[in-house]
């Protein structure tokens, strides 16, 4: 047997043998026990594949390998998101046609996708830009509009002055910014399309205590959702209807000393005195041209002015003046607020500034700024004493509903989804105006709605597609009364297109419905999804949001579409975020290219804890890679002499250790951990003396699967195995050989060690950690320091690195 690691061939070899046998092509009608494995589809850029793709593509087909070898028949389709404003603003940039770019970058990542060795059923790909995708996209938004989910309105919206375009709110960073080019965000008035989602907020959440998702995703959902349980509060005016306010502490209202209007408030010219009007509508005029222009105030801002009138205290009668600020929000509760300066931070610097009362209501203040913690009630009246905020919160709001000035109410941050965009490379939104019928549908039997090829594809920035420009695509019928009528010009979200993919692949060779009813029935919701957090509160909220409409409206028989999702971790270089502004994007082609797919697979999922980050060095795939070389040598020992030579006790309780311990950690995502292991049992092999069991190569053939699908076929063939090694059932380990086995554990501290345990065989890592902090010697190290990081390598070492 040559011993030398010729990846290339191997490769090439396994690749070309997969395709002709359709190995990874399902039977989806027929198998018996459906397993769909899905990650997240690329969105294909110029640049192709890098890295980061390959880490997550990497970590879930070893999945979705691993599921198939437990006997599960494995569906793990492949596509692409080629639809959008990163795709249209590259093709700008370099004077190309995005038309022509996105063809190119397909077919680079398609190649790019097939060298990775995953095990993709090809026969099953979409790409969003197919017409036969897009009139499916298009089938759905009508399905929404007909359902009562989709609707068209006028309303402030967020703009990208940079991309020209609207954003949905969710598209729009913390600071104000495009998550896509960066822009400080305006706003604009127009009449746009929105989706409904609201309309399921509390399912939304209420469904998140039940999914099986990294919990790390489930909260960013539930902050972005960003329920909010309070009171509605009326505060009367004289010779005026009272103002209400919603407040999630009610119980401070004794601390209440003034009230603060949003700038655009619909009552805040109404409640301003006539001697103050001239600087009161200035000031929101201002305000106005500042928000359109993207001019935010910080959160620390005291910009306002006094309206001249005042409300009064519901339980006390107490006058309260009035005003009208910029760090008050028209879009969160009412638009209005009652300001506690003694115990909210943003009112306690208004107050400051404006020489107004600061009343302690909640004890704790210490009278330097705001305490903003709980405490009892004090200079409360009758209810002092009590424990705040709860139960002093439902007391007090139980006294307002009963004078007839409070109610008990829940909001949400969750605002409906903006789907019209003011660019060109997307779906067209299927809505035709006629001036007799207003805005009516396309009818379905005349999707898909054809994206036009247009020679200057330049954003209006006028609140108009590109589309605008082509009067053979503006100017149709209306399909109601038949006269001249104009199409909708505006392009949906590519989220959209994202929202309901995994609903096509199984039905992507049908071209008569959008997903057939059976098949989705047999292979959905997807049993196992893989992607990154990014998407948290995008991708994986609007399809969620998606598949509870559909479930609603008929079509499907489940409302949520991921049974299980996990969020990988991010892959970083020297700590930082990989980018083309840092110089530090990592193309996997010469990496894969100089040590093969398989190395490089390994390597990556041998950085560190898949659902953590991390660090990219370029010389590290230098181990994998030697790793992967040994094995082949170390068939040129099996049988060595044409000899099987029974497998020793010793080495068997080692192989069995391996195999349990892959067995654990593979489906858990601790694939670091199940590499270290098998790297121990070959590192065990290779100082054995003597031939080689066969066995033990088989093993490792088998395990190796998930993680080097090429070389483990390879392995499995030369060793005389049945094609093909991922046909194969998993290997079970034999606990009655290691189950009084006892190990000893190295305890180290930042790399150095200062202690052992003693523990049985294939002690669990939380135990582990848990048994290393309890040693007296390491507490003395430890001395009070703080543990930044745990690492474990089950039966070899725990290494816990300190801060600093």
Known sequence: ??????????????????????????ALDRVPRPYYNL???????????????????????????????QGFDVFEPIGFDAFGIHSENFALKIGRHPTELIATNVARFRGQLEKLGAQFDWSKTVDTTDPAYYRWTQWLFLTLWKGGFAYRARRNVKWCPQDLTVLADEQVLADSTCERCGALVTERELEQWFLRITAFTERLLANLSGLDWSESTKLLQRHWIGRSQGALLDFPIDDADPLRVFSTRPDTIFGATFMVLAPDHPRTLELTAPERLAEVAAFVAEAARRRIAGQREDENSTRGVALGRDARNPLT??????????????????????????????????????????????????????????????????????????????????????????????????????????????????????????????????LPVLLPYIEDFRPLGTGESPLARDPDFLNTTCPNCGGPAKRDTDVSDTFLDSSWYYLRYPSADRDDVPFD?????????????????????????????????????????????????????????????????????????????????????????????????????????????????????????????????????????????????????????????????????????????????????ETLALLLAPYCPHLA????????????????????????????????????????????????????????????????????????????????????????????
């Not at 047997?1 to 399902?26: C, F, N, P």
């Not at 969105?43 to 890295?51: C, D, I, K, R, T």
């Open 517 to 697: 009813r059976e098949l989705t029935r047999k292979w959905l919701p997807v049993t196992y999804y893989d992607g990154g957090n990014e998407h948290a509160v995008l991708h994986l909220l609007y399809s969620r949001f998606v598949t509870m409409a559909l479930q609603q409206l008929g079509f499907l028989d489940f409302e949520e579409p991921f049974t299980q999702f996990r969020a990988h971790g991010m892959i970083v270089m020297g700590g930082a975020k990989m980018s083309k502004s840092r110089g530090n994007v990592v193309v996997p082609d010469e990496y894969i290219s100089r040590f093969g797919a398989d190395a490089f697979r390994l390597y990556l999922l041998y950085l560190g804890p898949y659902q953590e980050s991390g660090n990219f060095i370029d010389t590290g795939i230098n181990g994998p890679y030697r790793f992967v070389s040994q094995l082949l040598r170390l068939l040129d020992r099996v049988n060595a002499g044409g000899v099987e030579l029974p497998e020793s006790r010793e080495l068997a309780r080692a192989r069995h250790r391996c195999i349990r311990r892959v067995t654990l950690d593979t489906p858990e995502l601790k694939y670091n951990t199940a590499i270290a292991a098998m790297m121990i049992f070959v590192k065990r092999l290779r100082e054995h003396e003597g031939p080689i069991p066969k066995v033990a190569m």
């Open 713 to 804: 076929e390879e392995i499995w063939e030369r060793l005389g195995g049945d094609y093909s090694v991922h046909q194969q059932k998993w290997p079970v380990a034999d606990e009655s050989l290691i189950a009084d086995e006892q190990v000893v554990v190295v305890v180290c501290i930042n790399g150095k060690k200062r202690d052992q345990l003693v523990v049985a065989a294939g002690t669990d890592a939380s135990e582990l950690e848990r048994q290393a902090l309890a040693l007296p010697r390491i507490q003395q190290w430890l001395d009070g320091k703080l543990v930044r990081r745990v690492v474990v390598v089950p039966d070899r070492q725990v290494n816990l690195v300190l801060t600093g």
């Open 317 to 446: 009668g107490a006058r309260i003046p009035l005003y009208t600020a910029e760090y008050v929000l028209s879009g969160y509760g009412t638009g209005a607020i009652m300001a506690v300066p003694a115990h909210d931070q943003r009112d306690h610097a208004f107050a400051v500034q404006y020489h107004l009362a600061v009343v302690e209501v909640v004890s704790g203040r210490d009278g330097s700024g705001a305490h903003v913690g709980s405490g009892v009630l004090v200079n409360s009246a009758q209810f002092d004493g009590l424990g705040a905020p709860d139960p002093a919160r439902e007391v007090i709001t139980a006294a307002l509903v009963e004078a007839g000035f409070g109610t008990p109410h829940v909001t949400y941050k969750l605002r409906d989804w903006g789907i019209s965009r003011q660019r060109y490379w997307g779906p067209p939104i299927p809505a035709i105006h006629c001036p007799n019928c207003g805005v009516v549908p396309v009818p379905e039997e005349d």
């Open 1 to 26: 047997m040559a011993s030398s690691y010729d990846h290339r061939a191997i490769e090439a070899k396994w690749q070309s043998r997969w395709q002709e046998t359709g190995l990874y092509r399902v």
């Open 39 to 69: 990650m997240m589809f690329p969105y294909p850029s110029a640049e192709g594949l890098h890295v980061g793709n390959m880490f997550a593509f990497s970590g879930a087909d070893a999945h979705g390998r691993f599921q198939r070898m």
